[in-house]
T-cell receptor, first 113, second 114 residues
Framework: AQSVTQLDSQVPVFEEAPVELRCNYS??????LFWYVQYPNQGLQLLLK??????LVESINGFEAEFNKSQTSFHLRKPSVHISDTAEYFC???????????FGTGTSLTVIP | ETGVTQSPTHLIKTRGQQVTLRCSSQ?????VSWYQQALGQGPQFIFQ???????GRGNFPPRFSGLQFPNYSSELNVNALELDDSALYLC?????????????FGPGTRLLVL
């Protein structure tokens, strides 16, 4: 089985400052890794995913995450945040069948004007 | 907009009752997964259906059951409701060929058990 740990439950950051949301996973098999974002009263939206290939993956709105196999991490970063980035962010892992997903407990990102 | 819809949006039940939640996927989405998201927690995997058969199950008791229909809609049934079943229930579907890793989530049904 797999598991995910998101080390920070809440991250406040000033607008235009950089941010890193941390995610570590545990698995005895190869995995796929994901970051999802959840805005208030909405479902989850896929932000980015690592399936294979380059360990650095990017989203269309400026977020990026790097898969680090030796440290079993998949931290999410953005060099300059906007007010609209305020949301809950979930890291998730699945095995290569994709039959089961395991989510972390989430990190609440609050961007302060 | 993912094209995945869920009904109802909100629901209030009492302990011991039964509930059916519904999910409608886009045409061609032949894999659907259901998740329970308690307040302040991440989604917990309940089960997955592929071509109308259960294809994986998380750590949930048998009173959580599901159905998937040929028209790509699905149901989550919960019997003998308990207070701890209060949560946001999410369904997610995926397209053939993209693998279950490409999931599209619905907005969820918020269930309150009194």
């Amino acid at each position: 089985a797999q598991s995910v740990t998101q080390l920070d439950s809440q991250v406040p950051v000033f607008e235009e400052a950089p941010v890193e949301l941390r995610c570590n996973y545990s698995s005895s098999v190869s995995v796929y890794l994901f970051w999802y974002v959840q805005y208030p009263n909405q479902g989850l939206q896929l932000l980015l995913k690592y399936l294979s290939g380059s360990t650095l993956v990017e989203s269309i709105n400026g977020f990026e995450a790097e898969f680090n196999k030796s440290q079993t991490s998949f931290h999410l970063r953005k060099p300059s945040v906007h007010i609209s980035d305020t949301a809950e962010y979930f890291c998730a892992v699945s095995d290569l069948t994709g039959n089961q997903f395991y989510f972390g407990t989430g990190t609440s990102l609050t961007v302060i004007p | 907009e993912t094209g995945v819809t869920q009904s109802p949006t909100h629901l209030i039940k009492t302990r011991g009752q039964q509930v059916t939640l519904r999910c409608s996927s886009q045409s061609g989405h032949n894999t659907v997964s259901w998740y329970q998201q308690a307040l302040g927690q991440g989604p917990q995997f309940i089960f997955q259906y592929y071509r109308e058969e259960e294809n994986g199950r998380g750590n949930f008791p048998p009173r959580f059951s599901g159905l998937q229909f040929p028209n790509y809609s699905s149901e989550l049934n919960v019997n003998a409701l308990e207070l701890d079943d209060s949560a946001l229930y999410l369904c997610a579907s995926s397209l053939p060929g993209q693998g279950a890793e490409t999931q599209y989530f619905g907005p969820g049904t918020r269930l309150l058990v009194l």
